[in-house]
């Protein structure tokens, strides 16, 4: 059946008019929350324009394209975007409190990573060569650290921030011409990410902090983790060193891989566990757990809790590290495991339906201006899921 000019179809169901004026009605309810965070009357309006547009159906969701399909000049919307004096920090603040007041839950898991949008040139802030996983490999690109929420079977944005390479940093010129404020410096991604799960992770409810091996790598992060008393669950890559803790009997353990310790693993001691349903059928794996010790410079070696996980359908292993304290139910853990897959359908969402990856500021400001904006519609989608009782498309 198709639509009329009365209907639109959205997530494969016939939407008719009404509805789609219920919809509008409600996006506008929801911003009453967040327009009286902008300094100014403008400053309102401008935020109405700009998440109708990136909600909207544009192929192309940048301050542009925007402006046009509504009629305005694109210069207000555009410095409203790229150098607006209003405040990310009170609207993300806002957000996510709404965000905990409507979906948290204590076994809510909190995942951290990083993705990169490729960029030409070199003047837009950040801009550098390095690895952009879109890509597959080392590019000009920007590099953003993302603080993703998952819980009750909803999955949003909590907060991020742009990686600022060294040799940005040190820039005077190029963070001047920029933007970029005086009290932003240098830091590793992780420890980007820990800022961020300092600032947000005891106002979240959740069991667990997730993320891939650009993370579970430096120990220094997993340490700072467990210090903490966080249950996290890192992918570490498979040349990372363990052996068998010193409490346990027997000869004195050698340091190998993870990779060999994983062969040496007896068959019976695998379990055979489904994590979900793919799109060709239910994902398998095998799965062991067991505690380890791993190395540090410098420093003592530390207890945790080493799971490996293999795919029934391909060769392929990952490997993961929680703390010492962390339960060694390998079924626990696999479970936990495969929320690593919500912040994919989480970026999915944020590119494909709310143009978290269509900006085109070059400042400082602009950059988490249009993140901000971005992170907000996905939280109004997120909203809308719920209502309909549906997932938003991939």
Known sequence: MEATAEQVVVQDTLVRGGQVKDCVNRLESFLGRYQPLM???????????YVEGLLGGLERKSIEPIATAHGLY?????LYVGAGKWSDTATRAEMRSHIVDEISAPDGVLVIDGSAVPKSGKDSVGVARQ????????ENCQMG???AYSARDSRVLLDGQLYLPEDWAKDEARRAKTYVPDDVEFKKSWQIANDLLLLHGPKVPHAWILGDD???????FRDTLADRHECYLLEVPSNTVVRKPADWPGRAAKWRSVRKRKQ??????WKRITIRDGEKGPIEVLAYSTRVETKRNGAPPRQEV???????????????????????DTCLLVSVMSRRHDVEEVFANAKGEVGLDHYEVRSWVGWHHHLTLSMLSLWFLTLEQRRLGKKLPP
């Open 131 to 138: 690895w952009c996983g879109r890509l597959g490999k080392v």
């Open 306 to 328: 080493l799971l490996i996980v293999q795919r029934i359908d391909c060769a392929k292993a990952q490997y993961f590290l929680a703390p010492k304290g962390a339960p060694r």
């Open 39 to 49: 300094q100014r009357e403008e400053q309102r309006g401008h935020m109405q324009v």
């Open 264 to 269: 040496n693993i007896a068959p019976d001691r």
């Open 74 to 78: 694109r210069r207000p919307l555009q």
């Open 214 to 220: 650009e993370y579970g790598r430096p120990t220094e």
């Open 145 to 147: 650290i993302y603080l």
